[in-house]
């Protein structure tokens, strides 16, 4: 599978949200219109829409410049209302493209002046057109959908207000020409200059994958309900080809010695590095079994070009399921659950690292006594998806389904941050 900017993600979250409102009779209906495209070996194995959607685009005949055939599909089994409900995220990117054309390379140069501090001064040099600091922005979540009040900030600081009152009329317009003209619409109207490749993941094993789960403290609560998760984590990781070691409750002298272990071991032969951990959290930190919080980012530094040259070049993913301050991503009211709690910016300076939050930095992260939510989608859907699919669409696929946990009071968003300069796909053996 290629891919070229952040035009896959888009797709993916795209047929995420369609095959969310799709019933097990709309199933079988669309795989009865795709006798004689997915053969009937393959289609016994398919038991949700969008394991569907997946098999589809492997064999391209959905494609990000192409949503016709999906058009045909669901206009065939009276889904029509499909076709323009779900079409927000890429029209933010034909906005922004809007907007990038009239900026010129002085413009340009102040803009990523203002962004000095958001983004590593190796990545705003590479910035060398209006569109990829527009995109920059948006992957970071600078910019969404519903929140253009930074890029406002940004165009009245060069003195360029009159594209943002003209992007307000240009963003209702473009949603009013995508309804009518209908899913084949939705396909965003640029190509980014370069595609990006994937990391190779021809090794077996694939890698080392590090489970850290802290349940039991001197002081702090029990984390209750996370034995499992354990277990859920080395299934998927070793499913991947991953060698798991797992480890429960380390102290801060051990888990700084098992970090420190993975920077000298040699990773020669292996094509990455994986790194779970589990715990209570604040900003930036995560704790020890000895109630001792410690730096995220030094639990990274072990693995890091530097101090471990056979990584060098190769991803390292971290996943972190802990609080990352004591703020609840409120809907209204107050809370009274359990959370993984008890503020520092999440900045890697170096290239090919990988960091999965369960929540975002200054909030809490749920856990239910079944285990923690974001480790259960984690799981599943790198299980699922990560053999023929690309990282960056997995995770948008587990904060889709993060976002979707049903609480009349309080959001559960998970967030990512990430310095990677390829696709992370694990591919099939």
């Known amino acids: 599978m290629t891919a070229n900017g952040d035009k896959p993600l888009q797709l993916y979250r795209i047929l995420y949200r369609i095959a969310q409102k799709l019933d097990n009779t709309e199933l079988e209906d669309l795989k009865f219109l795709c006798t004689g495209i997915i053969s009937r070996s393959t289609q016994e194995e398919i038991d949700s829409p969008l394991k569907l959607f ?56 102040g803009l990523k002046f203002l962004c000095t501090g958001i983004f590593r001064r190796s990545v705003l040099e590479h910035i060398g057109r209006p569109l990829n600091l527009l995109t920059e922005l948006a992957k970071t979540g600078r910019i969404t959908e519903d929140d253009f ?123 990455c590095f994986v790194c779970v951990i589990m715990s209570h959290g604040t900003m930036g930190k995560v704790y020890s079994s000895d109630d001792v919080g410690i730096d995220i980012c030094e639990l990274m530094k072990p693995v890091n070009a530097k101090k471990c040259p056979s990584l060098k070049g190769k991803p390292k993913l971290f996943f972190i399921q802990a609080c990352q301050g004591e703020k609840i991503q409120r809907k209204e009211g107050f809370d009274h659950g359990e959370y993984d709690a008890k503020p520092v910016p999440f900045i890697c300076h170096e290239a090919d690292f990988f960091l999965g939050l369960a929540t975002v930095p200054g909030y809490v992260a749920r856990r239910d006594q079944d285990g923690a939510p974001y480790v259960h989608h984690l799981a599943k859907l790198l299980k699922d998806f990560g ?41 099939a053996k």
């Open 387 to 427: 053999p023929t699919h690309d990282l960056s669409a997995i995770m948008a696929m587990v904060c889709d389904k993060m976002n979707d946990i049903h609480d009349d009071k309080f959001g559960w968003i998970s967030s990512n941050h990430s310095t990677l300069r390829k696709m992370v796909v694990f591919n």
């Open 54 to 109: 997946m098999e589809l685009t492997k064999i391209c005949r959905i494609t990000e410049d192409d949503f016709s055939f999906l058009g045909d599909l669901l206009r065939n089994i009276g889904r029509e209302d499909l076709l323009t409900q779900l079409n927000e995220p890429l029209q933010l990117y034909r906005i922004l493209f809007g907007i990038a054309k009239e900026l010129d390379n002085t413009e340009l140069e």
């Open 149 to 271: 009040s930074f890029l406002e900030i940004l165009l009245l600081e060069i003195g360029r207000q009159d594209l943002f009152a003209e992007l307000k009329g240009a963003g209702k317009f473009l949603q009013e020409e995508t309804q009518k003209q209908g899913l084949r619409e939705l396909a965003p109207p640029f190509s980014p200059e370069e595609d990006m490749s994937s990391y190779d993941m021809s090794r077996a094993p694939r890698g080392v994958c590090v489970i850290i789960n802290n349940i039991h403290f001197e002081d702090m609560a029990e984390r209750d309900g996370a034995e499992g998760d354990t277990d859920r984590l080395r299934e998927t990781f070793d499913s991947l080809g991953f060698t798991v070691v797992t480890f429960r409750d380390l102290d801060h002298a051990k888990m700084v010695a098992t970090m420190k272990d993975q920077g000298k071991a040699d990773h020669s032969n292996y094509d």
